[in-house]
C-alpha cells in the first residue's frame, strides 16, 4: 500500500532525492509562523492556497474560547495565524467556529483526509491520518514552508514494516492499550526509517476511531508513519463528509481506493506480529512511551537490569517520576487527570468514559478533566448527554484544543503532580515542569479518576 | 544558509540516550514567531535552575566553563527523538553548535539540521565512547569535521569516516536551499498536475 501511494505521488527522482506531490496541508499557529515568514522574505506565493487548512489548537485556553487569550504570546501567535491565512488566501477553522478543534481531529472529520492521498502537518502526530490508507507524517518548519510554496516535499523513501495484530481484543482492552504494547515491545525507535502497515483481524474491527489512535501513536515507536488499508469502514465514515469526494467523484474515488490494500505478496523489510488476545491494559511508569507495562505489572527494578546503560536511564526515569521499584501498578495513586489530545479525544473515547463513570464520583484526591477533540465532537457529546454524566461524577468538560497534551496554555500539572493522561508522551517536563505522566486508554484514566490510583478497569 | 566544509572547533559532550527535543528546546519557547534568538533556552531546564533562566545549574555539563564556545557537541543514541519541533536544530544552531555526532539521530530531527546547515554526523558506538573518554581527560579538546571528506579527525590523529547522503552533502557544501532546489522542477510539477487531476480528480479542492 505504501508503495502504491509512493508511487504515484511521485514527481521526480533526482540526486538521490525525491520530490513528492503533497495532497493535502494542516496547519497551526506554533510551528507555521516561520514558514510564512520565510515565504515573505525571499518573495515567494503559496502555490496552493486551497490544498492548506488552518486551526489553532496547540496553545488555545480550553475555556472562554470566545474572549480574548490572555496569554499575550499565545495571543500573538493564533493572531498571527489569523493574518497569514488572510494574506495568503488559506481557509482558517477559528476559535469559536464548531469545525476547530485539534489539527488530526479536524482533518478526518472534514473529510480533508482520503485514502491514496498525501497528507503532512508541522506536527509529528500527523500519523493519525493513516488510519484511512493515506501516507501521513509530520515536517518540520522549512518544510511547512517547502510545502506552501511548492505544493510537494523532498523526501527519502522510508522502508516499511508490517505489524500483524492477529485474533481479537479482550473486552475493555482498547486501541490505547494496543499501540502501547507495541511500542513496548520494539521500543521508541524501533520503528526508526519505517513506514508501519498495521493488518490482522484486530485492527479490521477496530472503528476508525481506534485506528486513529493506533496510527496516531506510531510516530512514538519512531516510526515516520503509519497506516491501514481502507474497508468498507472508512468508505462509510467519508460519506458526506464536507471536503470528501461526493456524489460520481465519490463513486469514481470508490473504485479507486479499493485498490489501495498491500497486494497479498507484498513484500516488507521487517515484520511484527502480536497476539491481540495477550494484550492487557497498559500503564507506563517512566518517561518515554515505551517504559509500559500491564495494569498487573509493577514498576521495574533497575537492580536487575544487566545492561548498564538501560539500568541507568530506568534509574534516572524512576528518579523523575518519584517511583520506586517493585511497585504494583496499581497501587500508584494519582493526583490529575487528563482525557483530550489527539490520539484520544473522539466521541468513542468520550463514550466509553461515560458508560464507565456514569453514577460514580471521581476521588476526592483526584481532580479531572476532559477536553474534546473538537467542536464537532464537543456537540455531539453535548447532544448525547455525556456532558452531564462527566459533570456530575465530578469532571471538569471543557472547550476543544491539544490542553495537557502539551501543556502550552494554563491547563498545566505542578511540579510532582502525577497524571493519568490519554495523551501519546510522557516525557520529562511535556505536561509542565516536574510533571508525572502516566498513559494510559480513556478507560483507564476513566477508572483512575474515580478509584484515586490505578485499577484494572475490567473488573470495576 | 551558511555552508558547510570543513569545521574544526571545541567539543563538548553530551553522554546520554534518548535526549528529546523536548529538552532540547522545551515547549514554553515554542510560542515565538521568529527563526532566531532560541539559543539562551538550549537544554533550559538542564541548563538552569529557575523558570526564568537567570540561574545557571553548575552541575551540567555544558554550563561548565571548558566547553564554552564550543561548535561540536558528541551525544548518545537516539538524539533529538519525540516533536518533530525545528526549533531544536534553531536553537542548537543559535547556541553555536554546527555539528552533532552521536551513534544515531532520530529522522526528522536527522533532516532538520541539514535543512538549517548543522551536519549530523553517525559515528558507530564505540567511535563515540572512544570521543567521550578523550573529551573528558582532554581540556580544550578539539575535532575536525571535514565533509568534502567524510571523515572525523582526532587532535591524536585518529580519524573516523562517516556516510552523508550526495544530496545533503551537496546542499550543506554549497549552502543551497531547499526550496530553490525542487523549483528548479516546476514545471515538472505542473506536468504531474495536469496527469493526476484527469486521473484523480478527487485529490484537488475548488479555489
Ligand atoms: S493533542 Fe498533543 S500530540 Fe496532538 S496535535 Fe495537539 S499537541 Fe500534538
Not at chain 1, 484486530?202 to 493506533?214: D, H, K, N, Y
Not at chain 1, 454524566?389 to 468538560?397: R, V
Not at chain 2, 580519524?159 to 551537496?170: G, I, M, Q, W
Request: charge should be negative.
Amino acid at each position: 500500500m505504501f508503495e502504491k501511494i509512493w508511487d504515484s505521488h511521485l514527481v521526480i527522482e533526482k540526486d538521490g532525492n525525491s520530490i513528492v506531490y503533497i495532497d493535502r496541508h494542516l496547519v497551526h499557529e506554533v510551528t507555521s509562523p516561520q514558514a510564512f515568514e520565510g515565504l515573505r522574505l525571499s518573495g515567494r506565493k503559496v502555490m496552493h492556497p486551497e490544498l492548506t487548512f488552518a486551526v489553532p489548537d496547540h496553545n488555545i485556553p480550553t475555556i472562554d474560547q470566545n474572549k480574548p487569550i490572555n496569554d499575550p504570546i499565545s495571543a500573538l501567535q493564533v493572531e498571527t495565524l489569523r493574518k497569514n491565512c488572510r494574506d495568503f488566501e488559506i481557509t482558517l477553522f477559528d476559535l469559536g467556529d464548531d469545525r476547530s478543534g485539534i489539527v488530526h481531529v479536524m482533518g478526518p472529520e472534514q473529510g480533508l483526509t482520503i485514502p491514496g492521498s498525501t497528507i503532512v502537518c508541522g506536527d509529528s502526530h500527523t500519523a493519525t491520518h493513516g488510519a484511512f490508507g493515506s501516507l501521513a507524517f509530520g515536517i518540520g518548519t522549512s518544510e511547512v514552508e517547502h510545502v506552501l510554496a511548492t505544493q510537494t516535499l523532498q523526501q527519502k523513501k522510508p522502508k516499511t514494516m508490517l505489524i500483524e495484530v492477529n485474533g481479537f481484543l479482550s473486552h475493555d482492552v482498547t486501541p490505547k492499550d494496543i499501540i502501547l504494547a507495541i511500542i513496548g515491545k520494539i521500543g521508541t525507535s524501533g520503528g526508526r526509517g519505517y513506514v508501519i502497515e498495521y493488518s490482522g483481524e484486530a485492527i479490521e474491527s477496530m472503528s476508525m476511531e481506534g485506528r486513529m489512535t493506533l496510527c496516531n501513536m506510531t510516530i512514538e515507536a519512531g516510526a515516520r508513519a503509519g497506516m491501514i488499508a481502507p474497508d468498507e469502514k472508512t468508505f462509510e465514515y467519508l460519506k458526506n463528509r464536507p471536503f470528501a469526494p461526493k456524489g460520481e467523484s465519490f463513486r469514481k474515488a470508490l473504485i479507486s481506493w479499493k485498490q489501495l490494500s498491500s497486494d497479498n505478496d507484498a513484500k516488507f523489510d521487517n515484520t511484527v506480529k502480536l497476539n491481540a488476545v495477550d494484550v492487557l491494559p497498559q500503564v507506563t511508569w517512566g518517561t518515554n512511551p515505551g517504559m509500559v507495562t500491564d495494569i498487573n505489572g509493577r514498576v521495574p527494578d533497575p537492580s536487575n537490569i544487566v545492561n548498564s546503560i538501560e539500568r541507568s536511564s530506568v534509574e534516572k526515569a524512576l528518579k523523575y517520576m518519584g517511583l520506586k521499584p517493585n511497585v504494583p501498578i496499581k497501587e500508584i495513586k494519582i493526583d490529575r487527570v487528563f482525557i483530550g489530545s489527539c490520539t484520544n479525544s473522539r466521541i468513542e473515547d468520550l463514550r466509553s468514559v461515560a458508560e464507565y463513570v456514569k453514577g460514580k464520583r471521581v476521588s476526592k484526591d483526584v481532580l479531572a478533566m476532559i477536553v474534546p477533540g473538537s467542536g464537532i465532537i464537543k456537540r455531539q457529546a453535548e447532544d448525547e448527554g455525556l456532558d452531564k454524566i462527566f459533570i456530575s461524577a465530578g469532571f471538569d468538560w471543557r472547550q476543544p484544543g491539544c490542553s495537557m497534551c502539551l501543556a502550552m496554555n494554563d491547563d498545566v500539572l505542578n511540579p510532582g503532580e502525577r497524571c493519568a493522561s490519554t495523551s501519546n508522551r510522557n516525557f520529562e517536563g511535556r505536561q509542565g515542569k516536574g510533571s508525572r505522566t502516566h498513559l494510559v486508554s480513556p478507560l483507564m484514566a476513566a477508572a483512575a479518576a474515580i478509584a484515586g490510583h490505578f485499577v484494572d478497569p475490567r473488573l470495576n | 544558509m551558511e555552508s558547510f566544509k570543513i569545521l574544526k572547533g571545541k567539543t563538548a559532550p553530551l553522554d546520554m540516550i534518548d535526549v528529546d527535543t523536548d529538552q532540547i528546546i522545551p515547549k514554553q519557547f515554542l510560542k515565538k514567531i521568529e527563526r532566531t534568538g532560541f539559543g539562551v533556552h538550549l537544554f533550559h531546564d538542564w541548563r538552569y535552575l529557575d523558570d526564568e533562566g537567570d540561574i545557571l545549574n553548575q552541575d551540567f555539563v555544558l554550563n561548565s566553563p571548558r566547553y564554552k564556545g564550543a561548535k561540536i557537541l558528541v551525544t548518545g543514541e537516539n538524539f533529538g527523538c519525540g516533536s518533530s519541533r525545528e526549533h531544536a536544530p534553531w536553537a542548537l544552531f543559535d547556541y553555536g553548535f554546527k555539528c552533532i555526532i552521536s551513534p544515531s539521530f532520530a529522522d526528522i530531527f536527522f533532516n532538520n539540521c541539514r535543512k538549517n546547515g548543522i551536519l549530523a554526523v553517525v559515528l558507530k558506538k564505540e567511535e563515540v565512547e572512544y570521543l567521550f573518554d578523550e573529551i573528558e581527560s582532554n581540556e580544550g579538546y578539539q575535532l575536525t569535521v571535514d565533509l568534502p571528506k567524510q571523515v572525523v579527525s582526532t587532535p591524536n590523529g585518529k580519524n573516523f569516516s562517516f556516510e552523508v547522503d550526495s544530496f545533503a552533502k551537496n546542499c550543506l557544501l554549497k549552502g543551497l536551499d531547499d526550496i530553490g532546489w525542487t523549483l528548479q522542477y516546476k514545471e515538472k510539477i505542473k506536468d504531474f498536475e495536469k496527469k493526476v487531476v484527469t486521473q484523480k480528480p478527487w485529490l484537488f479542492l475548488e479555489k
